[in-house]
């Protein structure tokens, strides 16, 4: 850090010194060089203290050697200029005013944000570092809003100059000269000069980004259809290694654009926030904010250099809020978490009007789990290298098409865990691999229950099997593939565990290496299983450990297929190295080709792709089974090429020439799927997934329509004109903001004091006579929802948003006493106990929860139903409910209760983490049956089980559980089964229980 002991007096005291080398090195402009070398200490004073005098004179020196420069510079500069040239005329002086005049108000018109960094950087010289420090923001958010600033700036002197690029720059190349003026002088001068130079400054900042793109841009499209954005220069945004400037090689260059030109900076929004804790609805300070936007994809088949995801962080304040600002617009993980473990999680769109979000703190922070345990057939635990293929809601699949597994190493215990992991939240579906360094392999499928975490399965593992058999129906065997998929799976594609085997010249076929399970063969290449059977086929060969296996059927039919053969070529006729090419066969229909570019269909489990890439000369080669194809060319900063419908015969030879003109891109942001057609070329559609911001490249130049599709049919809303090396930007989701005004009542009276609020917005409280007034974005294509809370509980949810919305429900009285009947404080929460049937009374739908004090609630309930229920738990864990039902007064009393300190070790001694320990009272005054399913199905109904995982130490402790008989089970990660014994619960005392699994 500088020092900042130096006041101007103390420098004054050096004032002979720095005199007399100022006459020695400027003597005639002594004066100016010493105030010069006095204002330059006062703005940047040394880092340490030390010598004073050789501080300032080499602050003196450098600043001549400058100006010395500057002088040889500017006698060069004349001499170059015509004779005629050198007084401007009047007319010149005033169009480089007007100019200078246009620039002043377009960075006095910027938002807050950006024109505070325009001028800390260009009037008082900061580096990004420094006004970081002084704005609070990191040094790459500084350099992104300059860029945002900068190129605001220039597209407003375009605009303003009908387009033209040239008609500004001009005059601005004039303030280059005044921003190489000599020192200033002392006085009134002084302050001139200082104006003059941080204006030239900034001018010349514009002067140079402006040729940075070296070509003016086109017009601008009619802003009532689609707005571009300004293309940012590529050297600013893209890394040295990624830039686009030398031509292909060996191709000749070719005129299109390249992937740095599209690159596009979407526009602003911003997100303001109140973080409250669960229960008191208290607001939560120093809570860690951290938002991230959802990649926008580009093409699926060739994926091209898309925009950086934006990340932000924050702290919020005392009161709870946080706000985050120049967000681009788009989708967002919102995720919020505190020291002590309490999390919350939201995923929400900003837009351009800033969006208030509220988030609720809950003691859950994991965001999902995933255990595996590799064992041998005795049930030992074994290290191994473990494979996780999944599919997540939030995070698609893992494992599947071009995404790859979730890999690690099984410990010496057999446990492999993947803990509050965002792709683990929830997981839906999954497949576990492991391999032993001996050669071992074992397959499991990893089974959810409505996606809830967490999930776990056993891997074993075995000598591997091998299947064998014969393939028939072809004159020759080259070129033709065979692969084994886990048929348990009921996915294809994840290389995972899709094997792939070795087919000899007379078509027999073998395919080693396999974890015993039952697997469905797939012929691929320049074939296909005459019978059509290739994924969800009815006959399955099982593979048994250590054996061979024939194929069932043993032997198998083919049809011959054919070989594809093309080249790319630019509009120019030079052939284009390294395009991708990639033959897509779908098993939708004719009629849902548009799905091509669909951002939610690029798993394998959706499509069968086979790709290639272009030699020098630009030629291709692809063996293709039999059967309709559809064909997409791409290569960076052309125009895709795509083929629909192609049909590929037996035995054929299929030559094609591609021709790719340059290309643009669109980026839609949108709440609903957009469908995409050029006019032209009406065969050629694209789908976009909505729900967020959608980018695609790779696209033609010309209109092109934007629509939905249902039946087959396309039907147009919105036509878009796209431009080469451009992104052409369109919203479809620009939300309208407006207060809603309304008044909160109950059988006519009025209910003050209650949170209102939309969906996950920002709430506000009624006033006494019931009244309220909210902010709201409306965004088309969504149905909100009026969320009404008291105490942290949600009682009502309309969808009737202003005016007088008149309450249903009823008021309930909710008390908690202990077994003498006396208040006793617990944490109430309420919410459906549905569960299928079972018997714990863990709260779903949960409508929220808060902390009774006093012992005593009274609460208004809309929408309360037979399976409606408040579970009130008392400090000592233990755990009573009720169902709501037609009750008015509810009273739920506090039961004594003990708890199980549970130990489980597996037969090697070694602990076992990870394991699921329920505990279950008998409930009854009677002698509880010794046999655990005889126990399960007679215990009262009104008791609860009790749920814990054991740590890495095996142990778990599990509170609340009520005195008596007790059924204790560890249940055995993905056998379906459990050890079980029954323990003696004591109020108030602590049980030790040691599980030793197969034992």
């Not at 010395?68 to 500069?77: E, Q, V």
């Not at 005329?89 to 005013?97: G, K």
């Not at 919410?831 to 863990?842: C, E, I, K, N």
Request: proline share 6%; glycine share 10%.
């Amino acid at each position: 850090m500088r020092s900042s002991s130096h006041h101007p007096d103390q420098l004054l005291t050096h004032a002979a010194f720095l005199r007399g080398l100022a006459a020695d090195l400027a003597r005639g402009d002594a004066d100016d060089l010493q105030q010069a070398t006095f204002a330059a200490a006062l703005r940047r004073p040394p880092a340490h203290a030390g010598n004073e005098r050789g501080w300032l004179a080499t602050i003196a020196a450098n600043l001549w050697r400058n100006e010395l420069r500057g002088r040889s510079r500017r006698r060069r500069h004349e001499a170059q200029r015509p004779a005629g040239d050198a007084v401007p005329t009047p007319a010149e002086i005033a169009e480089r005013e007007e100019v200078r005049r246009r620039v002043v108000a377009a960075v006095a018109a910027l938002p807050e944000t950006l024109r505070a960094v325009v001028v800390l950087r260009y009037y008082e010289g900061l580096e990004s570092a420094a006004i970081g420090a002084r704005l609070q923001l990191a040094p790459s958010t500084v350099r992104s809003r300059l860029q945002q600033a900068v190129g605001r700036l220039r597209a407003q002197l375009d605009e303003q100059h009908g387009g033209s690029r040239a008609a500004w720059v001009g005059p601005l190349l004039a303030w280059q000269h005044a921003a190489q003026t000599p020192l200033p002088v002392a006085g009134t001068r002084r302050l001139a000069w200082l104006a003059t130079a941080a204006a030239a400054t900034l001018l010349v900042a514009l002067v140079a980004l402006a040729w940075s793109t070296h070509e003016p841009r086109p017009a601008k499209a009619d802003a009532s259809v689609a707005r571009s954005e300004p293309v940012l220069p590529a050297g600013d945004l893209v890394p040295a290694a990624e830039r686009v400037d030398a031509p292909r090689d060996p191709a000749p260059p070719s005129p299109a654009a390249t992937t740095a030109d599209l690159l596009w900076q979407p526009p602003l929004g911003a997100l303001r926030g109140l973080v409250v804790a669960a229960g008191d609805g208290a607001p939560v300070p120093a809570a860690q904010v951290v938002a991230r936007r959802l990649q926008a994809p580009s093409s699926p088949y060739a994926p091209l250099r898309s925009t950086p995801a934006a990340e932000r962080t924050t702290d919020t304040a005392v009161d709870g809020t946080f706000d985050l600002f120049d967000l681009p617009v788009g989708d967002y993980d919102l995720d919020v978490s505190t020291a002590d473990g309490r999390h919350a999680w939201v995923r929400l769109p900003v837009g351009e009007t800033p969006r208030d979000v509220r988030l609720t703190l809950t003691a859950r922070a994991c965001r999902g789990e995933v255990r595996v345990r590799v064992v041998d057939g005795s049930g030992r635990g074994l290290t191994a290298a473990v494979q996780v293929a999944v599919h997540s809601r939030r995070s698609g699949c893992f494992g599947w098409d071009r995404r790859p597994p979730l890999e690690g190493t099984a410990g010496d215990d057999g446990w492999f865990v993947l803990r509050d992991r965002a792709e683990l939240d929830p997981i839906e579906s999954g497949v576990a691999v492991a391999r032993t360094e001996d050669g071992r392999v074992g397959i499991a499928k990893l089974w959810t229950a409505h996606g809830t975490t967490p999930t776990s399965t056993t891997v074993t593992v075995a000598a591997p099997g091998t299947i064998v058999g014969v393939l028939s129906g072809l004159p020759n065997y080259a070129g033709v593939g065979i692969v084994a998929h886990a048929s348990q799976t009921l996915v294809f594609g994840p290389d995972c565990f899709a094997v792939r085997g070795e087919v000899a010249g007379d078509g027999s076929f073998r395919i080693e290496g396999l974890p015993p399970a039952d697997y469905k063969l797939q012929v691929t290449g320049l074939a296909r299983r005459a019978d059509k059977e290739q994924y969800w086929n009815t006959t399955t060969t099982t593979v048994a450990a250590g054996t061979v296996t024939s194929s069932d059927p043993p032997v198998l039919a083919c049809i011959a297929g054919a070989r594809l053969h093309g080249i790319v070529c630019d509009t120019t006729g030079r052939p284009i190295a390294g395009a991708s090419v990639t033959a897509v066969r779908p098993w939708f229909n004719k009629v849902s080709r548009y799905v091509l570019h669909h951002r939610e269909r690029e798993a394998s489990r959706w499509f069968r792709t086979v790709a290639g890439t272009t030699a020098a000369d630009g030629t291709y080669e692809l063996a293709l089974e039999p059967g309709e194809w559809h064909l997409i060319a791409l290569a960076p900063g052309h125009a895709m090429d795509v083929h629909l419908g192609l049909t590929i015969g037996g035995g054929n030879r299929v030559d094609l020439t591609h021709t790719l003109p340059a290309d643009g891109g669109i980026a839609v942001r949108s709440v609903t799927s957009v469908v995409l057609r050029h006019v032209d070329r009406p065969d050629e559609w694209h789908a976009l997934g909505g729900g967020g911001v959608d980018e695609l490249r790779g696209l033609r130049a010309g209109s092109w329509e934007l629509g939905s599709v249902d039946g087959g049919t396309f039907t147009p809303t919105t036509r878009v004109e796209v431009a080469v090396g451009r992104i052409t930007w369109v919203d479809l989701a620009r939300g309208e903001a407006r207060e809603l005004r309304g008044v909160l009542l109950h059988r006519g009276e009025p209910l003050a004091d209650h949170e209102v609020q939309i969906d996950s917005g920002r709430p506000t409280r009624t006033a006494a006579d019931g009244s309220f007034v909210l902010p709201h974005v409306a965004v088309p294509g969504t149905e909100p929802r009026l969320v009404v809370r008291r105490h942290g509980i949600e009682v009502a949810a309309t969808e009737q948003l202003e005016g007088v919305i008149e309450l249903g429900g009823r008021r309930i009285e909710i008390e908690t006493v202990g077994a003498d009947g006396t208040p006793q404080p617990a944490r109430i929460q309420i919410g459906s106990t549905f569960d299928g049937g079972g018997r714990r009374y863990d709260v779903e739908h949960n409508r929220g929860s808060t902390q009774l004090a006093t012992g005593r609630l009274q609460l208004l309930l809309c929408d309360v139903d037979e399976f409606s229920a408040v579970v009130a738990t008392f400090a000592d864990g233990s755990r009573t409910h009720a169902r709501i039902g037609d009750a008015n007064h509810l009273r739920l009393a506090h039961r004594p209760a003990g708890s199980i300190a549970v130990r489980v070790l597996d037969v090697g001694g070694l602990p076992v983490a990870g394991q699921r320990v329920t505990a279950l009272g008998w409930g009854h005054a009677g002698e509880a049956p010794s046999d655990a399913n005889a126990f399960a199905d007679g215990c009262a109904d009104e008791d609860e089980v009790v749920v814990g995982t054991t740590d890495a130490d095996g142990r778990a402790e599990l509170r609340g559980v009520l005195p008596g008989p007790t059924l204790l089970r560890v249940w055995v990660a993905g056998s379906g089964g459990a050890e079980a014994r029954q323990v003696a619960v004591t109020a108030g005392t602590t049980t030790p229980v040691e599980v030793v699994l197969g034992r």
